[in-house]
């Protein structure tokens, strides 16, 4: 296909966002690449990566700039992505974003050729939440910046479906002033007659991912995240870690379908490998990295692990609470929180499962989860605990309200 044509897809491409009013700001302001850098974003299935990366073209468009994005999986695409880069400059290109670039083999040896020939251009990738660099193939380890993009937060939800302003709230702020901070956002959902509480259910039933504008009913939004998560397995994983083969994905399909209808899940490594006929305890708790490191799963470690390369977790959770609905018509209410809540702590340090209480972070702050009547009996000796319980709308008896975890993002 000649590079016109690729252009005119490309105009097209962008210009099909101009319609669609929510932007994710926060990730939106981190994808301008620095000078001779990649901006590499990567994250799930579904989360808006090529969304996000169409409307930052098309502002930059607006503002003048010549813009480009291109598919690295596309069959139109008949050039190595530096030839592209080399005709694109030619014209007088300065923006490009390159999608779905895990699926482009040697990659990471193309961007690096991009850079050092054309210093100018503001390059942009995105790719699976899989993806990683090997440094030993090419070194870009001071050449890009890597952006993780989740899913929706509860704050982004309700930005996005009522157009309101939110702003994140980070944990510590939350530790120190969980009182003031939970008065001022109810007093904004109730200015605009909003249920909170109701909000929150229906975020956890159905509003992680931004693809659940393109389907008429939670039942094919569903049936979409069940299929998604097999592509992950069939495609996304295998293109990254090459040692994935036809019988390692029907081993991890198998995993899988026998285990996330019991999350959270504390394993019995020995107990699986017979029940699923794995005969290498190693290899099944490397497809249970595997799947976390694709965001369907979230392992939880104890805090005392050792340093060996694949490790039995503690505790397994679905990555989202909107998998745990895919998976189960009515997942149990302790399900859903403690889901939750690992979802919205993983990126924020190390996060262990420990003796006492649901979860530790950093070694350093201890959380109980349940209801409205969970108390701090369990946790009263130990220092820096907290409770986050559901359906309450204010600070009760200490407890914080467990969906205030939903502005972190």
Request: aromatic fraction near 12%.
């Amino acid at each position: 296909m000649t590079y016109q044509r690729l252009n005119e897809i490309s105009d097209n491409l962008i210009s099909s966002v101009s319609d669609y009013a929510y932007v994710r700001t926060e990730l939106f302001s981190a994808l301008e690449p620095p000078n001779k850098n990649i901006t590499l974003l990567k994250g799930a299935r579904g989360i808006g990566k090529s969304t996000l990366l169409q409307q930052f073209l098309l502002k930059k468009r607006d503002a003048g700039y010549k813009v480009s994005y291109i598919s690295a999986d596309s069959t139109l695409l008949n050039i190595t992505l530096a030839e592209f880069a080399h005709e694109y400059i030619k014209r007088g290109g300065e923006y490009l974003a390159i999608d779905e670039i895990h699926k482009y083999a040697g990659w990471q040896a193309e961007v690096k050729t991009i850079l050092d020939a054309f210093p100018h251009i503001k390059l942009m990738a995105s790719g699976a939440s899989s993806l990683n660099l090997d440094y030993a193939s090419a070194d870009l380890s001071r050449r890009h910046v890597m952006l993780h993009a989740k899913g929706l937060s509860f704050r982004e939800y309700i930005n996005k479906n009522y157009a309101l302003n939110l702003k994140v709230i980070s944990l510590n702020d939350i530790f120190a002033s969980a009182e003031e901070i939970v008065l001022q956002i109810t007093k904004i959902f109730q200015k605009d007659k909003l249920d909170l509480l109701a909000l929150f259910k229906l975020y956890c039933r159905e509003g992680y991912f931004l693809t659940r504008d393109n389907y008429a009913t939670a039942t094919l939004y569903y049936d979409s995240l069940l299929n998604s998560i097999n592509s992950v397995i069939e495609s996304d994983l295998s293109v990254v870690h090459k040692e994935i083969d036809s019988v390692s994905r029907n081993n991890i399909k198998q995993l899988l379908r026998h285990i996330a209808v019991k999350c959270p899940f504390t394993p019995n490594i020995s107990e699986l490998s017979r029940n699923l006929s794995i005969a290498n305890d190693n290899s099944l708790k490397k497809y249970l990295y595997y799947l976390s490191e694709g965001e369907v799963l979230t392992n939880l470690y104890s805090a005392n692990k050792s340093h060996k390369d694949f490790q039995k977790p503690h505790k397994i959770f679905l990555n989202n609470t909107n998998f745990a609905y895919a998976y189960s018509l009515e997942p149990a209410i302790g399900t859903i929180r403690e889901t939750f809540v690992a979802n919205c702590l993983y990126d924020s340090g190390e996060l262990t499962a420990p003796t006492f209480g649901d979860f530790c972070l950093n070694d350093q702050y201890t959380f109980e989860i349940g209801g409205k009547s969970k108390n701090k009996k369990q946790l009263k000796s130990i220092k820096n605990s907290f409770v986050f319980a559901d359906d309450i709308l204010s600070v009760e008896n200490d407890n914080i309200p467990l969906w205030l975890l939903g502005f972190l993002w």
